[in-house]
């Protein structure tokens, strides 16, 4: 048997993938395949800008098991590098490093040239500040103190007898009681009005929380001021168990072909967020010792690996939750680099696949105190769905996959500057004009090649790929059931003959944007699984249209609502009525933080609602399949029409034949 020279190469977090000969270098791969990796040296590992990280195991979904045994073993050159300037342990640099087999390779967020843009802002709203630790200061100028046990027991009779709390828990401290003899007062920060945290000798007047938002493909901290409410700090990244997998069945069958392995996917994000803190921290000049509580939010999987569960039970029916509640653990068992004795708060989840960011999404949102129907939508790769009101409240999840992120599209990805975000095609011409992520101008503005000079024009994002295929659909490029056609009518240069499809020329720069009939279906695929779901809620509660429509998460800030429903990613509602509530997981989780009351507002609300599990709805395939069709099949769409003209299904011939194969 010939001995193997071409191997497999998939690239986290773009999910890019090529096959290529033994002794290639993961940096000349990625070029080859237009991957997001740095290099300014031109591979004479002196930079160490192209550090990468290998990764290793069975990989489901790509078919492929990784191995560190299939690269080089470290070079001279590499060693040289780590002596110089330090290189870690689990990383290679992408120059030197050569394959020798199938790989999968995770590129760092500093060693990208184009770092995503992590579209987690904070929103602001309106709490109410009613924080579960509080500050008390006790006067001990009269006081002799000769122990540790003396100080604690002075403690607690003081803040009895001057503020009428009685302290059943004093949480562990390591401290030296002869450091507060000199001290007139002491800061005690309590707990539920029954437990110290913490206490400092003198006056300390600030105390501060975390709010901590898990997504699949992002991660978002908030550091806010526990008394005034105020966000003093926000910070996001990658979530860096992408290179585990793209989106959450990936990374559920990776821990379940892996055993073991959600062990490494929980130290990994435990430490992302850690190093956010610290960052948050770093800024404003922050002590971490002074972060006294803590709130999270995030999907059943970010959730369970997040705390230490064993997601592979939710791979598989029923999606057992190892728990529906909400769960408070200490800081220092998570060793999120804060106060030891903060309190770790960690939202309910409602099912198994609605997690404890849907359920921000409801305390923020409050649909149960609404008149009107709510539909509120937070577009991932599995889609979360609420449909309510003050009545009822229904909610599900729908995998929508990775598809609106830019993964499984061919010149798709994740909004980084230099990405296609807004798209118009003239109806005449066929040919589009296109603004990129890092630039206000559009392609056909003078100065716009100026302008993206320095980044260029790398791929497409989610919100592009959406308008795009909806002003392709409105020019008549493809058809209500996500056909490119081939013209009769008009002529041009920009539809081709792609294999045994049509592609369409988006942009013909020097690289070269193309929208492919796989594309497409791609986004048919993710947006059909929404609608039903959608649809599915609002039959169940028995409305036919709901009054306002909400879209959650910060995929949903950044999207032109019209041409989401143009797509059929939302159904028919008025126009004026749908838009964007910021990245509601994030605030939901704030308000959790700054309201104590808050919490048990969203445990007793979580309770009510009513869980619709999408996979064994009877119906929902049925719904699944008449949303292929853009926007749909047969709903109405009324208020859509009165902001588009929809072209005439006979508009535009389409032609479906296709030659028949010579037996």
């Not at 080859?32 to 990468?52: E, K």
């Not at 992408?94 to 967020?109: A, L, W």
């Not at 509580?293 to 705390?307: D, I, K, Q, R, S």
């Not at 028919?572 to 939901?588: D, M, R, Y």
Request: charged fraction near 25%; glycine fraction near 8%; aromatic fraction near 6%.
């Amino acid at each position: 048997m010939a001995e193997k020279n071409q191997f497999q190469i998939i690239f986290m977090p773009s999910g890019k993938r090529g096959e290529f000969e033994k002794g290639t270098t993961i940096l000349q791969a990625s070029r080859s395949l237009g991957v997001d990796l740095d290099s300014v040296c031109g591979g004479r590992a002196i930079c160490g800008r192209c550090q990468i990280e290998p990764t290793e195991g069975e990989f489901a979904k790509h078919g492929i098991t990784s191995n560190l045994s299939n690269l080089n073993r470290l070079t001279e050159s590499e060693i040289k590098y780590s002596k110089r300037k330090g290189l870690e342990s689990s990383r290679r640099l992408g120059c030197q490093t050569m394959i020798s087999g199938d790989i999968v390779i995770d590129v760092p967020e500093e060693s990208q040239l184009h770092q995503q843009v992590v579209r987690k802002e904070f929103e602001a709203s309106s709490v109410t500040i009613n924080p579960i630790s509080k500050l008390h200061l006790i006067d001990i100028g009269q006081s002799s103190i000769d122990s540790n046990d003396h100080l604690e027991e002075l403690i607690k009779k003081k803040l009895s007898v001057d503020w009428e709390i009685e302290i059943s828990q004093m949480l562990p401290k390591n401290f030296d009681y002869k450091s507060f003899s000199e001290s007139e007062n002491i800061t005690i920060a309590v707990r539920e009005k029954n437990s110290v945290v913490d206490f400092w000798p003198g006056l300390v007047e600030k105390i501060y929380g975390v709010s901590i938002d898990i997504g699949s493909t992002t991660l978002a901290v908030n550091l806010s001021d526990l008394q005034t409410g105020e966000v003093l700090a926000s910070e996001g990244s990658m979530n860096p168990q992408i290179r585990f997998g793209e989106d959450l069945m990936s990374r559920v069958s990776y821990c379940m072909l892996n055993p073991g392995s959600e062990k490494k996917l929980t130290e990994t994000v435990r430490n992302s967020i850690k190093q956010l803190i610290m960052k948050a921290c770093e800024t404003h000049k922050i002590d971490p010792e002074q972060i006294l509580e803590a709130t999270v939010v995030g999907n059943p999987v970010m959730h369970h690996l997040f705390l230490g569960f064993d997601p592979v039970p939710l791979g598989v029916a029923p999606f057992k939750l190892e728990t529906s509640d909400s769960v408070t653990e200490l800081s220092k068992n998570l060793d999120l680099g804060i106060n030891e004795n903060a309190s770790v708060y960690v939202l309910p989840c409602l099912a198994g696949h609605v997690g404890a960011d849907a359920a921000a999404v409801i305390l923020a949102e409050k649909p149960y105190e609404e008149e009107k129907y709510s539909l509120i939508v937070d577009v991932g790769t599995n889609a979360e769905i609420i449909v309510g009101n003050k009545d009822k409240v229904l909610a599900a999840s729908s995998p929508t996959g990775p598809a609106f992120e830019g993964a499984q599209i061919n010149s798709g990805q994740r909004a980084a500057p230099g990405a296609i975000e807004r798209v118009r095609i003239d109806p005449e011409t066929l040919s589009a004009k296109i603004k990129v992520i890092g630039s206000d101008l559009w392609s056909d503005e003078s100065g716009f090649e100026e302008d993206t000079e320095n980044i260029g024009v790398t791929g497409i994002c989610g919100s592009g790929i959406i308008e795009a295929i909806a002003e392709m659909f409105l020019c008549g490029i493809i058809s209500s059931e996500g056909l490119i056609q081939e013209q009769t009518e008009r002529t041009t240069d920009l539809i081709f003959k792609d294999g045994r499809t049509f592609s369409y020329i988006l942009f013909d720069g020097s690289q070269k944007i193309v929208i492919t009939q796989n594309d497409i279906r791609a986004i048919q695929l993710a947006k059909a699984a929404l609608y039903a779901g959608a649809k599915l809620l609002m039959d169940k509660i028995g409305i036919n249209q709901v009054d306002k429509i909400r879209f959650a998460g910060a995929f949903g800030s950044h999207i032109d609502v019209k041409y989401a429903m143009m797509l059929g990613l939302i159904p028919n509602c008025k126009i004026s009525e749908v838009s964007s509530s910021g990245n509601a997981a994030s605030t939901g989780a704030r308000i959790a933080l700054l309201d104590s009351e808050s919490r048990q507002e969203i445990e007793t609300a979580v309770r009510k609602i009513e869980k619709i599990e999408t996979a064994t709805e009877p119906l929902f395939q049925d719904y699944f399949v008449k949303a292929m069709s853009i926007p749909h099949e047969s709903d109405d769409f009324s208020e859509l029409k009165k902001v588009f003209k929809f072209p005439e299904k006979n508009e535009v011939e389409i032609r479906s034949k296709r030659k028949r194969r010579r037996t």
